[in-house]
Nanobody, 129 residues
Framework: QVQLVESGGGLVQAGDSLRLSCVVS????????????MGWFRQAPGKERESVAA????????YYTDAVKGRFTISRDSAQATVYLQMNSLKPEDTAVYYC??????????????????WGQGTQVTVSS
């Protein structure tokens, strides 16, 4: 079983930066499996949850949705079992609850949302204009 705890959300102005963190823990072992793909998703009010970025834990291969390419960077720290989402040049349309999730990606960076089986509780990001 995988537990995910996000942090780092907040209220910022357009153009500012935030870094989200997601600590990954497993009840059966301390290490994050190299078979995992870690993803960040977001859900704005009245909208469906959408994929933002993902990273294959073993290779570091990444995926980004077009809306955040060039502004967001996903990374992972194996020693800390933590995945990060660095968000720069934030826009009001980035306002959403951001979720961290884990999937058995087996080396893939892009994994369909329905294959993510473990989810964090979410952290609110609000960008004012």
């Amino acid at each position: 079983q995988v537990q995910l705890v996000e942090s780092g959300g907040g209220l910022v102005q357009a153009g500012d930066s935030l870094r989200l963190s997601c600590v990954v823990s497993r009840s059966t072992s301390g290490a994050v499996s190299n078979a995992f793909t870690m993803g960040w998703f977001r859900q704005a009010p009245g909208k469906e949850r959408e994929s933002v970025a993902a990273i294959a834990w073993s290779s570091g291969t990444t995926y980004y949705t077009d809306a955040v390419k060039g502004r967001f960077t996903i990374s992972r720290d194996s020693a800390q079992a933590t995945v990060y989402l660095q968000m720069n040049s934030l826009k009001p349309e980035d306002t959403a609850v951001y979720y961290c999730a884990a999937a058995l990606g087996l080396g893939r960076a892009y994994v369909p949302q329905f294959q993510y089986k473990s989810w964090g509780q979410g952290t609110q990001v609000t960008v004012s204009s």
